[in-house]
């Protein structure tokens, strides 16, 4: 398991899952559509884009 942070939240997945993966366990994967996901400096990310321990993403 690995711990990662989506809008501040910490989320609890398994190594190897995505974006995506974080985003449903955190109960937002809904909002994306009008919304898009960033990594902590700021830059896009994609739903199949990987994760690692500690990181920061953000639904904008």
Do not use: C, Q
């Amino acid at each position: 398991m690995m711990r990662v942070f989506v809008n501040d939240k910490a989320v609890d997945i398994l190594r190897g899952m995505t974006v995506r993966h974080a985003l449903i366990s955190a109960g937002l994967l809904d909002e994306i559509g009008p919304k898009k996901v960033y990594d902590e400096w700021g830059n896009e990310v994609g739903l199949d884009g990987a994760l690692s321990e500690g990181a920061k993403i953000f639904v904008r």
